[in-house]
T-cell receptor, first 115, second 114 residues
Framework: AQSVTQLDSQVPVFEEAPVELRCNYS??????LFWYVQYPNQGLQLLLK??????LVESINGFEAEFNKSQTSFHLRKPSVHISDTAEYFC?????????????FGTGTRLTIIP | ETGVTQSPTHLIKTRGQQVTLRCSSQ?????VSWYQQALGQGPQFIFQ???????GRGNFPPRFSGLQFPNYSSELNVNALELDDSALYLC?????????????FGSGTRLTVV
């Protein structure tokens, strides 16, 4: 079974500072990797995904994540955060045993931006 | 195109009761998955439906059951509610094999069991 570890449950960051949210997964086989964002009282929104190809993937709002197969990591980064980035961030990995139709999520990292 | 719609948004039930949660999938999507998100946790996979048949199930007891209708909408039914069933229930739609595009999630139904 897949597992996802998000090492930091809460990350406070000053506005305009850089941030890294860490994610490690357990699989040794090819999987798909995702980052989702959840704003208060809302569902999950896809932020970015890694399927294959370039190990660096980017989102439209300045986030990027790098797939590192040897370290089984998929850390999320942003060079300069804004107040609007305050949210819960979830890393997820697909499960090949379910035909990659099932996602296994980490426990989330709450990103708080300090003005 | 419409997104994923879930109803109701909030619900309070008593232990032992039964509950039905509803989900309308995004236009063009034929697969619906249900996830349970307990407070402070990440979502956990309950099951997936494709063409009105269960297409995979997570580690949830049989009292969690579902339906998918010809228009691809779906219901999640939970019998004999327990206090630990209190959670946010998320519905996600996709095209089968289209998980690489990422699910489209609804805003969820928050169930409180007292």
């Amino acid at each position: 079974a897949q597992s996802v570890t998000q090492l930091d449950s809460q990350v406070p960051v000053f506005e305009e500072a850089p941030v890294e949210l860490r994610c490690n997964y357990s699989s040794s086989v090819s999987v798909y990797l995702f980052w989702y964002v959840q704003y208060p009282n809302q569902g999950l929104q896809l932020l970015l995904k890694y399927l294959s190809g370039s190990t660096l993937v980017e989102s439209i709002n300045g986030f990027e994540a790098e797939f590192n197969k040897s370290q089984t990591s998929f850390h999320l980064r942003k060079p300069s955060v804004h107040i609007s980035d305050t949210a819960e961030y979830f890393c997820a990995v697909s499960d090949p045993d379910f035909g990659n139709e099932k996602l296994t999520f980490g426990t989330g990292t709450r990103l708080t931006i300090i003005p | 195109e419409t997104g994923v719609t879930q109803s109701p948004t909030h619900l309070i039930k008593t232990r032992g009761q039964q509950v039905t949660l509803r989900c309308s999938s995004q236009s063009g999507h034929n697969t619906v998955s249900w996830y349970q998100q307990a407070l402070g946790q990440g979502p956990q996979f309950i099951f997936q439906y494709y063409r009105e048949e269960e297409n995979g199930r997570g580690n949830f007891p049989p009292r969690f059951s579902g339906l998918q209708f010809p228009n691809y909408s779906s219901e999640l039914n939970v019998n004999a509610l327990e206090l630990d069933d209190s959670a946010l229930y998320l519905c996600a739609s996709s095209s089968l094999g289209g998980i690489n595009y990422g699910y489209t999630f609804g805003s969820g139904t928050r169930l409180t069991v007292v």
